[in-house]
């Protein structure tokens, strides 16, 4: 499939089935062998649809969600906004936080629009976004094997400042790195 534009948009409450999708099509595409088949078969599409429904309709404090649509159709989402101090456990899970520093807590683009702009469209309006509310730094992260973000990440300026975390929600526990820079 490619496509020709990209719009990045606030989502809908339309757009929560469509966001399911493409976070669990994504989450199994990126993550298999790295999270349990087991976990990643087991993701419900429903529910989702109704995590993203709520998300959409009662975002947390400044935190903001955007959406990709190319072709017509939602093909990505990103979720941003303040630093926060991250679940698991790790060396150094909180970088300087303070009101100067965001963070960008998702981006996921469904697998049939990789490399077709569609998270670059969505990364940009994020940075930009981050930047017109007064963010100075940012930082994200990223599951430590996953070379095609990592690739995409660090192309974009976002470099690996030696953060680590252990990301106990999951079993067997995902190990991340953090990727931050200068906005």
């Given amino acids: 499939m ?8 606030p ?7 469509r966001l399911a999708d493409t976070h669990i099509s994504a ?12 976990y990643l078969d087991g993701l419900d599409l429903q529910a989702y649809g109704r995590g993203w429904r709520r998300n959409i309709l009662e975002p947390g404090p400044g935190i903001f969600h955007l959406v990709a649509q190319s072709g017509g159709e939602v093909a990505g989402f990103c979720i941003f ?3 926060e101090r991250t679940a698991g456990s790790g060396s150094d899970t909180t970088p300087e936080t303070g009101s100067a520093t965001g963070q960008l807590y998702a981006i996921n683009v469904h697998p049939d629009f990789w490399a077709q702009g569609v998270g670059s469209a969505l990364f ?16 994200l992260w990223v599951e430590a094997t996953n070379r095609r973000a990592i690739d995409f990440y660090t192309k974009r300026g976002w470099l690996d400042d030696g953060g680590t975390l252990q990301d106990t929600r999951f079993d067997p526990p995902v190990s ?8």
């Fill in 11 to 17: 989502p809908v409450e339309g757009d929560a089935p």
């Fill in 2 to 9: 490619t496509s020709s534009t990209v719009l990045v948009r």
């Fill in 81 to 83: 906004g303040p630093a």
């Fill in 124 to 139: 940009a309006a994020a940075e930009d976004k981050l930047t017109s509310l007064g963010y100075s730094r940012a930082f």
């Fill in 27 to 38: 989450w199994r595409a990126a993550y298999r062998g790295v999270m349990s088949d087991e």
């Fill in 176 to 183: 991340e790195r953090r990727h931050s820079r200068n906005l």
